[in-house]
């Protein structure tokens, strides 16, 4: 079957390390990855979109990996802060299906401790 | 900034009530989308519009119906609504030419009961 996968536990790290996240998915072919962030009650924010020929992208303090033989996605941030704490999901579209049918991740929680 | 707003925050039904939620996005988006979220589900796709009148059924349409009168506003409607309708309902919208980016609203929390 089709999925895509985030860690479902809850990530700790204190405040000024690097934050990785994990999105693996099975059985798509994706020509691009999103991450969005979410917080509590409120709806996702796009953060940022990495194509199938891009190995990695950076926003400011985010970077974003996308190895397709691993059929993984790797997004971090880097000197993280309290104000970083959220949940962060991954999105992709399955090929052909022309933006309308976005898959998301579950998402993870990320707590950032000052 | 595109804004997408939604019109409740919070909605308490009793099952068998016919509830509508309603979106209306600012920035002139041809595509606009309603999903439920869940925990540990993540968001489901329940229907969608690319333009004014037309609709599409998403993942989990059943029980739901949506209409699209104006290019602004989606709205979704449940017919008879039911208890395990109660979830985070988000609308969200895109573009046509960069359409794989949604803008989401702030969802509404609907507790039917």
């Known amino acids: 079957s089709q999925k895509i996968e985030q860690n479902s536990e809850a990530l700790n790290i204190q405040e000024g390390k690097t934050a990785t996240l994990t999105c693996n998915y099975t059985n798509y072919s994706p020509a691009y990855l999103q991450w969005y962030r979410q917080d509590p009650g409120r709806g996702p924010v796009f953060l940022l979109l990495i194509r199938e020929n891009e190995k990695e992208k950076r926003k400011e303090r985010l970077k974003v990996t996308f190895d397709t033989t691993l059929k993984q996605s790797l997004f971090h941030i880097t000197a993280s802060q309290p104000a970083d704490s959220a949940t962060y999901l991954c999105?992709?579209?399955?090929?052909?299906?022309?933006?309308?049918?976005?898959?998301f991740g579950a998402g993870t929680r990320l707590f950032v401790k000052a | 900034d595109v804004k997408v707003t939604q019109s409740s925050r919070y909605l308490v039904k009793r099952t068998g009530e016919k509830v509508f939620l309603e979106c209306v996005q600012d920035?002139?988006?041809?595509?606009m989308f309603w999903y439920r979220q869940d925990p540990g589900l993540g968001l489901r796709l329940i229907y969608f519009?690319?333009?004014?009148?037309?609709?599409e059924k998403g993942d989990i349409p059943e029980g739901y119906s949506v209409s699209r009168e104006k290019k602004e506003r989606f709205s979704l409607i449940l017919e008879s609504a039911s208890t395990n309708q109660t979830s985070m309902y988000l609308c969200?919208?895109?573009?046509?030419?960069?359409?794989?980016?949604?803008?989401f609203g702030p969802g509404t929390r609907l507790l039917v009961l």
């Open positions: 920035m002139d988006h041809e595509n």
């Open positions: 999105a992709l579209d399955p090929r052909g299906t022309g933006g309308f049918k976005t898959i």
């Open positions: 519009s690319y333009d004014v009148k037309m609709k």
């Open positions: 969200a919208s895109s573009t046509r030419t960069r359409q794989e980016t949604q803008y």
